[in-house]
């Protein structure tokens, strides 16, 4: 019954902003470290951005500067802003959660495609 659902995703031109949700339903996000990762077709999922449950943020190298995550533990819910898009940010992104704890529950939502294109 635990739901990850992604939302905001969409067609953006190059430069231009997204914030990306992740609603959490059963699981209490404060509860969880949360990620964000992104899937391009025939290429590998790749973790993107990740918090913490004390706050602690991580960025791959490729969006350091321009994307931002977050967590609204009121909405229960994770988001991803996302700056001066490219291209290649174009994929499908996903919302993860794991306890962090040994072996903990791990949860991912369906994702939310993201297309950078002019």
């Known amino acids: 019954q635990v739901q990850l659902v992604e939302s905001g995703g969409g067609l953006v031109q190059p430069g231009g902003s997204l914030r990306l949700s992740c609603a959490a339903s059963?699981?209490?996000?404060?509860?969880?470290?949360m990620d964000w990762y992104r899937q391009a077709p025939g290429k590998q999922r790749e973790l993107v951005a990740s918090?913490?449950?004390?706050?602690?943020?991580n960025y791959t190298d490729s969006v350091k500067g321009r994307f931002t995550i977050s967590r609204d533990n009121a909405e229960n819910t994770v988001y991803l802003q996302m700056n001066s898009l490219k291209p290649e940010d174009t994929a499908v992104y996903y919302c993860?959660?794991?306890?962090?704890?040994?072996?903990?529950?791990?949860?991912w939502g369906r994702g939310t495609q993201v297309t950078v294109s002019s």
């Open positions: 993860n959660a794991h306890l962090p704890t040994y072996r903990g529950a791990q949860y």
């Open positions: 059963v699981i209490i996000v404060s509860y969880y470290n």
């Open positions: 918090i913490t449950t004390g706050g602690r943020t």
